[in-house]
């Protein structure tokens, strides 16, 4: 199962269509609110014959957060029969067949829901049987239920394939060069196994500082950052292929420090399933790009088409890390604001960080905020509509359990994992006038010293300080920051004003989402600043 952070990461890149969760609410809904849906996804595959099969899971939600009672996934392969084996990975997970064909798992305990689809629930092993061969294909249908929710349903396509084994180098390629300059780095294949390798697609993972120097037609792109690359010709058992791939280095480059770029390797029939997954979640995997094909070196052989499927995707990773040298700092302020109302009012306080540069902070290989915005309610008012992503803070102790809660006069709060140059994160924090007081201050504080990690490098502390002002008179309105207004607005999500985490994080977390992308889940946590 996916891990907390891991979820807290997918949830802020916003992939496949993922929000940020609010806090669990019961599964039986208030009356004002429409009855809780259910959501499964569970990914075409290819299996490759006589092979131990592959490992997946379907990736549930719902129509809003929710805790349910007795989850149930019900696998049905009867289409399948004499074609595949479906048993849990762990036998005796509350997994048990309850007839040919028909695999039911279900677990007593609570589980949280979220309008965001995450996978790890009831892995199950999908295998051919001795007699499937290359060709066979049948559905899989999977439904989830719980008590008191009417169930779901969504059928998958499962094919069996040749078997091959497609491998990139173990060791990643190491480079240098300073914010804006240009590098390359070569993209390699090779054919581990004996039979040959009819085609092969690359999806690339890439930092948001590493952009495409070039394009080429047998490649996708989104919003001008390099998506897949496509290849089809047939690669003989033990042959090594590669080409060479330029690199423009983001001008708002932090530096020193590294950034890291990786691509995996898939089948072509792989890939079929991967785009269908991606097509569900409203996801594009971008246009071709505006240049020549990109060709790998090697021998020229004519191709041919059919199911294959990679029999050991642990070594079909590779990438590389870029030493980022000069100096490129950045310089995050902290965003108050200016409120005005009488005595019993309602006013919302719009407070927050933003990115002066020149550098942009991206944290997505660590999946940690960018900072932490401490806000310190002003005398005289109550917080009275608090985000989720705001917990009550006592002293360097988050109360987590708590996180949401209005009512106290101290609250901690996280941006994104990625902010750009320019770029402004706020949260909406309603505070209700309790006593007309002149120069009412509170105060917003960035970069919070505290025992965790964080950001320590920023080239203004003096700006990290911003304050809130209620009723601020003439000689006293000074330093207050973006200001805020009266009105009754729930607080929300840090909001993306500029840059979209979804389109700079590449696909990594997609193929995380999709259960696709073990090496990525390795490479994903790296340190990136230098001091």
């Not at 399948?80 to 509350?94: H, K, Q, S, W």
């Not at 490129?328 to 960080?353: I, P, S, W, Y």
């Not at 502390?461 to 200001?483: F, Q, R």
Request: hydrophobic residues 35%; proline residues 5%.
């Amino acid at each position: 199962m996916l891990t907390h952070s891991t979820r807290r990461w997918l949830a802020g890149l916003g992939v496949a269509g993922a929000l940020v969760a609010t806090s669990a609410s019961p599964a039986v809904a208030a009356a004002e609110e429409a009855p809780v849906k259910l959501g499964v996804y569970f990914s075409d595959t290819t299996v490759a014959a006589k092979s131990p099969g592959k490992v997946d899971s379907p990736l549930l939600s719902a129509s809003r957060s929710v805790v349910v009672q007795g989850l149930t996934v019900q696998y049905d392969f009867r289409d399948l029969d004499g074609i595949l084996e479906v048993t849990p990975e762990n036998p005796g997970f509350d997994c048990e067949p309850r007839q040919s064909g028909i695999l039911v798992c279900a677990t007593p305990f609570e589980t949280d829901l979220y309008e965001w689809a995450y996978g790890g629930f009831f892995n199950v092993v999908l295998a051919p049987t001795a007699k499937a061969a290359d060709g066979d294909a049948g559905d899989l249908k999977v439904t989830v239920s719980a008590k008191g929710i009417a169930p779901a349903s969504h059928t998958a396509k499962v094919r069996i394939g040749e078997g091959v084994d497609l491998a990139a180098p173990s060791e990643e390629t190491t480079v240098s060069t300073a914010p804006g300059g240009r590098i390359s780095a070569p993209l390699t294949l090779r054919n581990a196994g004996n039979t040959d390798v009819k085609g092969a697609v690359a999806v690339f993972d890439l930092d948001y500082s590493i952009r495409p120097d070039k394009q080429y037609s047998n490649c996708t792109y989104q919003d001008g950052r390099l998506r897949t690359c496509s290849f089809s010709a047939t690669i003989a058992g033990e042959e090594t292929w590669s080409a060479s791939l330029p690199y423009l280095l983001g001008k708002d480059t932090y530096a020193p420090g590294r950034e890291y770029g990786y691509y995996n390797w898939m089948t072509v029939a792989e890939f079929e399933d991967y785009s269908a997954y991606l097509r569900a979640r409203g996801v594009s995997a971008g246009q071709p790009g505006k240049g020549p094909v990109l060709t790998l070196s090697g021998p020229t052989n004519a191709t041919a088409r059919g199911f294959q499927a990679d029999t050991d995707p642990t070594n079909n990773g590779s990438g590389m890390t870029i030493q980022v040298n000069g100096k490129n700092g950045t310089d995050l302020v902290a965003v108050g604001g200016k409120l005005v109302g009488r005595a019993g009012d309602v006013v919302v306080a719009t407070l927050g960080v933003r990115n002066d540069g020149p550098a942009a902070l991206d944290f997505g290989r660590s999946g940690t905020p960018v900072t932490k915005v401490d806000v310190a309610v002003p005398a005289g008012t109550t917080a009275v509509k608090v985000p989720d992503v705001c917990s009550p803070l006592n002293g360097d102790t988050q109360d987590r359990a708590n996180a949401g809660k209005p009512g106290h006069k101290l609250y901690r709060c996280y941006p994104d994992i990625f902010i750009g140059v320019g770029e402004e994160q706020t949260v909406d924090i309603s505070l209700r006038i309790d006593k007309v007081i002149e120069n009412a201050t509170g105060t917003v504080t960035i970069n919070a010293k505290c025992e965790c990690d964080g950001f320590t490098e920023d080239l203004k502390p003096a700006n990290d300080v911003a304050k809130i002002l209620v009723n601020a008179t003439e000689g006293g309105a000074n330093g207050g920051g973006n200001g805020g207004g009266q009105g009754g607005d729930d607080g929300g999500a840090l909001p993306i004003t500029g840059q979209s985490t979804g389109l700079i994080a590449g696909l990594g977390a997609l193929l995380l989402a999709a259960g696709l992308g073990g090496f990525l889940v390795a490479k994903r946590r790296r340190t990136r600043f230098v001091a």
